[in-house]
């Protein structure tokens, strides 16, 4: 299947700090690319809709200004978790469509 | 928008048992139906889909069949094994729109050696 890459796969910050996460698709261009937000032994809760070129599609409840979203290229996008609290410690996944859906390996999140 | 529904939450087997997971949908406009099974720490990982014009697919020890007068889907996973043990989502996804998919709440399969 077709593979999608996630960095950093875990970090560790001090509050207040902010944080990027990557999301590149390796062998297809992706139009769109979603970012979820996973609690333990929890679902996916899907948070946005990353489209390149233009700006992301948040989910109800979701803080735009806190997530920061870009799209820039057709196998990149990023989310950027600003001033970050420990209340926003979790699971972040990216995932992106080529026919079907793949996810990126994830990146486990903690704010101190 | 849709809404799916995911049976059981959790389920133990015994190694060689088979497991039956059970979603239904909302959204008669869905058309393609995958299943992901996710372990601990790790990625989602596609492990079968199905689209509404086909009423089962088989792939080795897993299948999943479709019923779409009832609006509900199921996996079949025969002959289960330790390294089975995760949790497994079903999601739906519309024909339409945004053709983003709904995920069920995810069932934790625990297969005891």
């Known amino acids: 299947g077709a593979v999608v890459s996630q960095h950093p796969s875990r970090v560790i910050c001090k509050s207040g700090t902010s944080v990027k996460i990557e999301c590149r698709s390796l062998d297809f261009q992706a139009t769109t690319m979603f970012w979820y937000r996973q609690f333990p032994k929890q679902s996916l809760m899907l948070m946005a809709t990353?489209?390149?070129?233009?700006?992301?599609?948040?989910e109800q409840g979701v803080e735009k200004d806190k997530f920061l979203i870009n799209h820039a290229s057709l196998t990149l996008s990023t989310l950027t978790v600003t001033s970050a609290h420990p209340e926003d410690s979790s699971f972040y996944i990216c995932s992106a469509m080529s026919e079907k859906l793949f996810f990126g390996s994830g990146t486990q999140l903690s704010v101190l | 928008g849709e809404n799916v529904e995911q049976h059981p939450s959790t389920l133990s087997v015994q190694e060689g048992d088979s497991a039956v997971i059970k979603c239904t949908y909302s959204d008669s406009a869905s058309n393609y139906f995958p299943w992901y099974k996710q372990e601990l720490g790790k990625r989602p990982q596609l492990i079968i889909d199905?689209?509404?014009?086909?009423g089962e697919k088989k792939d080795q020890r897993i299948a999943v069949t479709l019923n779409k007068t009832a609006k509900h889907f199921s996996l079949h996973i025969t002959e289960t094994q330790p390294e089975d043990s995760a949790v497994y989502f079903c999601?739906?996804?519309?024909?339409?729109?945004?053709?983003?998919?709904?995920f069920g709440r995810g069932t934790s399969l625990i297969v005891h050696p």
């Open positions: 999601a739906a996804r519309p024909r339409g729109g945004s053709y983003i998919p709904t």
């Open positions: 990353s489209n390149e070129g233009s700006k992301a599609t948040y």
């Open positions: 199905i689209r509404s014009n086909v």
